[in-house]
């Protein structure tokens, strides 16, 4: 398989920080090794994985990997609840750097201590501690459905340059996706970094190490080939919930 050219070269991996953000965060030590190995372990025992798919179906020229969703199996509920109350965690922290990705494509209103509905701005927001957070990114954001996947050593991979966001489902749930999300599950390889196109920035694996970044073609990107061992992740979307929940059916 060809690796395809990056047209921008690339930039060394860097630290969250201040300075211009480009609106990919990663949270070190979201999972803890002990649960990472336990996943992988349970992964490499399983019969139910499944070539990785891309949007047009199975096509390893593009990604090369085995896949293993989790949800609808009674068996993986632990892990799922496990990661989703992972990511969740890294949300709250995410939204509090960015709180427009909450904010901006809808106009909330959420009650105030004088028992009056006011607009959420970045201010109120920041004054939230994450009890009173949590429910109100619950009323706008759900879970996707999370992938276990493993990618071989010098063979697997996902070089295409892609981004989350298409037109393919009739109840466009893929247009729902608003973030991006992977939780690394080990490291003890060389490359298969996640690479960012525009931002020229390439996210290197560290086990247990969240990253989140926009779904959209903004933050188009690849998940280059590990070498020297297999890698293993588990990655999902963060979606906005159906109009019919947000607005309801009228």
């Not at 395809?4 to 070269?9: E, G, K, Q, T, V």
């Not at 690339?10 to 201040?18: K, L, Q």
């Not at 996902?158 to 991006?180: K, S």
Request: hydrophobic content about 35%.
């Amino acid at each position: 398989m060809t690796e395809l050219a990056n047209p921008i070269a690339s930039a060394a991996e860097r630290d969250n920080g201040p300075g211009q953000p480009d609106f990919i965060e990663v949270y070190p030590g979201a999972l803890d090794v002990t649960a990472c190995v336990a996943l992988i372990e349970r992964f490499r025992a399983s019969r139910d994985s499944q070539p990785g798919r891309v949007g047009g179906g199975v096509m390893p020229d593009l990604k090369d990997s085995r896949d293993l969703t989790l949800a609808g199996r009674d068996e993986w509920r632990d892990a799922e609840a496990q990661l989703n109350t992972a990511v969740f965690g890294g949300v709250l922290r995410y939204l509090r750097r960015y709180p427009h990705t909450l904010i901006a494509p809808l106009m909330l209103e959420t009650p105030d201590s004088d028992g009056k509905r006011h607009r959420l701005t970045p201010e109120r927001l920041a004054a939230m501690d994450d009890a009173e957070l949590a429910p109100i990114v619950q009323a706008v954001l759900r879970p996707g459905a999370i992938n276990l996947q493993h990618y071989t050593a010098g063979r697997g991979g996902y070089p295409y340059w892609h981004c989350e966001l298409y037109p393919r489902d009739p109840r466009a749930e893929t247009l729902h996706r608003h973030l991006l999300w992977t939780i690394y599950l080990n490291d003890d390889f060389s490359e298969g970094e996640t690479e960012f196109l525009y931002q020229q920035r390439k996210i290197a694996p560290r086990t247990g190490a969240l990253l989140i970044a926009p779904a959209a073609f903004t933050h188009t990107h690849r998940g280059n080939r590990p070498k020297g061992g297999d890698k293993y992740i588990a990655t999902s979307w963060v979606l906005f919930q159906r109009a019919e929940q947000l607005f309801g059916n009228g």
